[in-house]
């Protein structure tokens, strides 16, 4: 008897610790804390992201389309690198819109500024902004887009919670990225869903025609009330 009483304090033992580990484990997520392998960001040549028939591989037009993004809007292209989306942005939004290009690299910013002045382009703002903080004026955006840039992101949660109260009613915010697993610069999109959910937005809508491969993806997501 007293052999079976130790065997069923051992069981018991061993299935209190595995709960144990099961609750700090399922714990993590809602912390806020990295919880998955990201990409180091890019900090290389930034004319890499010019490369000839972007647009057409990206159909940022139609990307640009479904984000509402029209003459007088005001956009934020966060992660911006070269401003490849952030010129294209600020001609379709015109004088009476604003685009803000933001980046952690100060590198990026100053590429922007004169990239900017060279096009003419008045409607453009830079903010060299925190790795979690995109740092916008509240209320100031109605669209947001993180294009090949939420991989590189360590504290996504963080980031789109500081992102919220930057957001004007009926924005909407754009994440285009492939399917990966976060260190090969590309992260599965229902990660992206769980992690934008957790930080409070809800999933409208989810594309697959970025590129031909099949690899990227195009999620639009809504600040929940």
Sequence with gaps: M??????????????ECTFCLSQTTSQAPGTG?????TSEPYKGDLTIFDSAGRDERLQINRVMDILGIAAGKS????GAGSGWFTVRAARRVGHDGVVYGIDINSDATRYIEKRAHKEQLTNVKTILSKPEDPELPARSVDAVLLLKTYHEVANPVQLL????????SGAKVGIIDRNGNGEDHGVEKDVVIREAKEAGYHLLEQYDFVKADQMDYFLVFTAED
């Design 2 to 15: 007293r052999n079976i009483r130790v065997a069923i304090l051992i069981v018991f033992l061993v299935s």
């Design 161 to 168: 919670r500081n992102l919220h109260g930057a957001l004007r």
């Design 33 to 37: 804390e990295q919880t998955r392998k």
């Design 75 to 78: 956009v934020a292209d966060i």
